[in-house]
């Protein structure tokens, strides 16, 4: 088992920044890349962003250029930073641990929540306009 514990949520203005942190504990060696997700409230959940175990990332349309992903093996941390904040960002973040392998799959099956078996809590952004 993994455990996965969001924290760094919070309200900010449009145009702002926050940075998401996510703890992971347990079999982690079990895990082969680690991703970040949303779900707002009457819409689909969203993956967003993935780190592969190669440390190769990749984003969704919605946020590339805007989040970045990153993640700190030595303090089993991932991360994160969220800049240009909309208000469309809104959303509960759920941090997610992967399915291996992840090298070599392709940027859809990355983006696919069917792709995670590991999830976590959630923190909850809130963009203001």
Known sequence: QV???????????????LKLSCAASGSIHT?????????????????VSFISSDFTTT???SVRGRFTISQDNAKNTLYLQMNSLKPEDSAMY?????????????RSRLLDAGFYNYWGQGTQVTVTS
């Open 3 to 17: 455990q996965l514990v969001e924290s760094g949520g919070g309200s900010v203005q449009a145009g702002g920044s």
């Open 31 to 47: 895990t082969c890349g680690m991703g970040w997700s949303r779900q707002a409230p009457g819409k689909e959940r969203e993956l």
């Open 59 to 61: 984003y969704a349309d």
């Open 94 to 106: 759920y941090c997610a641990a992967s399915r291996c392998p992840s090298v070599g799959v392709g």
